[in-house]
């Protein structure tokens, strides 16, 4: 196919984790769970404001700490859901995502990196504090995914909506 040349597309998105200390009012552990696990955590790619991102995102790779059982996780899109692995556990650890868009793009899949907070973190004792009250940790990050001069029938993929 032919590219729409000097056409630049870019589309939002979210990537990041959120966790949350077990405990028993506000968050018990579920049966099953380690003795020494001491979070639920998720991680997650996105549409900012939920907005769809499956026209353009097929599936992501999540790939946990070997620590964790089967810790290569492939999330397929479903339409209009996010790509979420939800897990528990006791460290924070870097998190490789890989995106995998979907083929009428022709784009090789590209990986982000992510570190996985479960404690609260931030420049100040408010922020922690801020964190602590809440009740969970959130780290998230917006980004824009651009397609530089996409193919034409990709084009109209992303400009349908
Ligand atoms: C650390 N570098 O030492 C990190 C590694 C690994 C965290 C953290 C295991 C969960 C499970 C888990 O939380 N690993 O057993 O499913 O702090």
């Avoid at 979210?14 to 020494?36: H, L, Q, S, W």
């Avoid at 922690?128 to 001069?149: A, C, D, H, P």
Wanted: without cysteine.
């Amino acid at each position: 196919g032919k590219r729409v040349k000097g056409v630049q597309i870019y589309r939002p998105f979210i990537y990041g984790t959120t966790a949350r200390p077990f405990d028993e009012k506000t968050n018990p552990k579920p049966p099953g769970v380690p003795d020494d696990h001491t979070h639920s955590w998720t991680v997650f790619v996105k549409g900012v404001e939920d907005t769809d991102i499956t026209y353009w995102l097929r599936r992501v790779q999540f790939k946990l700490h070997e620590s964790i059982p089967n810790h290569v996780r492939m999330v397929e899109s479903e339409p209009g859901k996010a790509f979420v692995v939800n897990e528990t556990g006791w460290g924070e650890f870097e998190i490789a995502i890989k995106l995998y868009y979907v083929s009428e793009s022709g784009e090789k899949p590209q990986t982000l990196y992510h570190h996985l907070r479960l404690h609260p973190y931030g420049r100040t004792e408010e922020e922690k504090e801020q964190m602590r009250l809440n009740g969970e940790v959130i780290s998230w990050t917006y980004e824009e995914q651009l397609f530089n001069e996409p193919y034409e029938a990709f084009y109209e993929i992303l400009t349908a909506g």
